[in-house]
């Protein structure tokens, strides 16, 4: 072997071990990152803040207080709009209609469309007023529209009004009318000395 290429030998074989140790730490390096892709569309839904033991008003038009939403945890997602949250209060505080409150184990708000989905063990009270007898309404999923003053459940429910107790499927209901409407075969129990409830039930026969 020439004297004057014999030590370049060790000075390729350092180059190419480089070589194959860089390649190797790129190789290990890119494997890792395959396992978790990266995919900008996975941040999207990601929510931007999470509120808790949270409450705020809603106004009317002219500056006094609609309704009050409170709840343990609220998580609002941009991407549609919407806010999960759990354990919420729904209190009406409408002036010159009786005061009721909406309690659920969580809820859906649709922001755009001023829309709240009750969900799981669904209880509204209203206490006996001057103005209207006590209402109990129990149902596992309900659909609140607060700015309409009207929901709509497509399950079973359970209303009491005063004395009178009405069951039955794919109820609409709208306070600012005064209609009620079951889209299903319901069910009417009075109390012994009557008095029909304040409300029109129409369904299938």
């Avoid at 030998?9 to 190789?27: E, K, M, N, V």
């Avoid at 206490?127 to 929901?151: K, N, W």
Wanted: glycine fraction near 8%; hydrophobic fraction near 40%.
């Amino acid at each position: 072997m020439d004297k004057r290429t014999s030590h370049r030998w060790p000075l390729l074989l350092t180059i190419l071990a480089g070589c194959f140790l860089a390649f190797g730490s790129y190789w290990i390096l890119h494997q890792m990152q395959g396992d978790v892709p990266v995919d900008g569309d996975a941040f999207k839904n990601e929510p931007d803040y999470i509120v808790e033991k949270f409450s705020f008003v809603r106004m009317t038009a002219d500056g006094k207080p609609h309704y009050l939403l409170s709840g343990a945890k609220l998580t609002h997602r941009p991407v549609d709009d919407t806010s999960e949250v759990e354990l919420p209060v729904l209190q009406n505080l409408a002036p010159g209609t009786p005061p009721s409150t909406i309690v659920a184990r969580r809820a859906r708000i649709h922001h755009a469309q001023n829309q709240v989905d009750l969900m799981g063990q669904v209880d509204i009270k209203r206490p006996e007023s001057p103005l209207a007898r006590a209402l109990r309404l129990q149902t596992e999923a309900l659909t609140v529209f607060p700015d309409e003053d009207r929901m709509q459940s497509a399950v079973a429910v359970r209303l009491t009004l005063g004395d009178s107790t009405i069951t039955g499927t794919g109820m609409q209901a709208n306070n600012a009318t005064r209609q009620l409407h079951f889209a299903s075969r319901g069910q009417i129990v009075y109390p012994p000395k009557g008095g029909a409830p304040s409300a029109a039930m129409t369904g299938k026969p």
